[in-house]
């Protein structure tokens, strides 16, 4: 059993940025790679990056490339989101996921966190 905390959560304005950080107790064989998703409200749970552990190769959504950066610190078993020029929609609340390769930890994660809330002000 992997648990997932997140952290880093907060309010910031429009423009602005924020880290989130996500803690795995372990990294299992079927948590090879590790994700984040959003869910703002009324909405469905939406993919937003993904890394894999091996080397560091990450997959974007559209909506945040090229002001999201994902990275991870595989001796303490973290990832981080580096969120940048941050946007009102980018509000929801934010969920670690881990699983099996980056397609696959988008598709059937195993693994949740509790998620942390983002709220990015006008």
């Known amino acids: 059993q992997v648990q997932l905390v997140e952290s880093g959560g907060g309010l910031v304005q429009a423009g602005g940025s924020l880290r989130l950080t996500c803690a795995a107790s372990?990294?299992?064989?079927?948590?090879?790679?590790m994700a984040w998703f959003r869910q703002a409200p009324g909405k469905e749970r939406d993919f937003v990056a993904a890394?894999?552990?091996?080397?560091?190769?990450?997959y974007f959504a559209d909506s945040v490339k090229g002001r999201f950066i994902m990275s991870r610190d595989n001796a303490e078993n973290r990832v981080f989101l580096q969120m940048n020029s941050l946007k009102t929609e980018d509000t929801a609340v934010y969920y670690c996921?881990?699983?099996?390769?980056?397609?696959?930890?988008?598709?059937?994660?195993?693994?949740w966190g509790q998620g942390t809330q983002v709220t990015v002000s006008s």
């Open positions: 996921a881990a699983g099996r390769g980056l397609l696959g930890v988008k598709t059937n994660p195993h693994y």
């Open positions: 372990a990294r299992a064989s079927s948590s090879s790679a």
């Open positions: 890394i894999r552990w091996t080397d560091g190769d990450t």
